[in-house]
Structure formats: C-alpha cells, structure tokens
C-alpha cells in the first residue's frame, strides 16, 4: 500500500491550498481515509475524515468551515481544500487509510488507521 500526499507548499495568510493524496495497492472505495497533521514541537493531530463514498465527513473544529475532504475513488485519490488559511495551519500534512469501518463510517483517532503517506508541509506566512 502506498500513500503519496501532493500538494503542499508556502502560502500567505488569507489563501488557500489544495492537498492530493493518491492511494495504491488498495481497494480505495472500501478504506476510510482522513487527513492529520503535525505541527512542529507539536503532537499529530486529526483535520478531517471522510466515509467510503463521501456521504459523511468529520473536521476539527479548527478548521471547519475553511477545509474540505473530499474524495474520487474512480481516482483513488483524497483531496483537501484549504481555504482562509492561518498560520497557525503550518504543519507537515497526512493523509491516512483505515479499513476498519463500515460504510457510512469514518473516524477522527490516529490509531484506527492502517496506512499513512509520506506528508507534505504547508507553510503559512503572516
């Protein structure tokens, strides 16, 4: 399984960003997949989640309302859309899998997840 996060880079404050996260080796459509990241000297931390066909998605509240999970499984590929970015959202960003649920299900735990992408920094200036 490979996970391969795409995306990232610097951005000012007030703009936005979209992250891909390209998935092989699996069958996408039946994996949870979630986003994550880890901000430096700080503990990873869960941003969004989304069920095997899109119908339910989970966000921290920190960036509810600004970020979008979304995904493509004719693609294999999960999408984060980061808009009114903060520099506070500067993180190495993850996206992970999980084939733990059932449709209709996601999870926002970092340890209910199987498989995880390389990362990708997002840096954001004030």
Known sequence: ???QA???GLVQAG???????AASGLTF???IMGWFRQAPGKE??????ISWAGTRKDYADSVKGRFTISRDNAKNTVYLQMNSLKPEDTAVYYCAA???GVAGSYSV???EYDYWGQGTLVTVSS
Do not use: I, K
């Not at 703009?15 to 996260?21: D, P, Y």
């Not at 990873?44 to 989640?49: L, Q």
């Open 15 to 21: 703009g936005s960003l979209r992250l891909s996260c």
């Open 98 to 100: 999980s084939d733990r």
């Open 1 to 3: 399984v490979q996970l």
């Open 6 to 8: 795409s995306g990232g």
């Open 29 to 31: 459509s039946r994996y």
């Open 109 to 111: 735990r970092a340890y």
């Open 44 to 49: 990873r931390e869960f941003v969004a989640t």
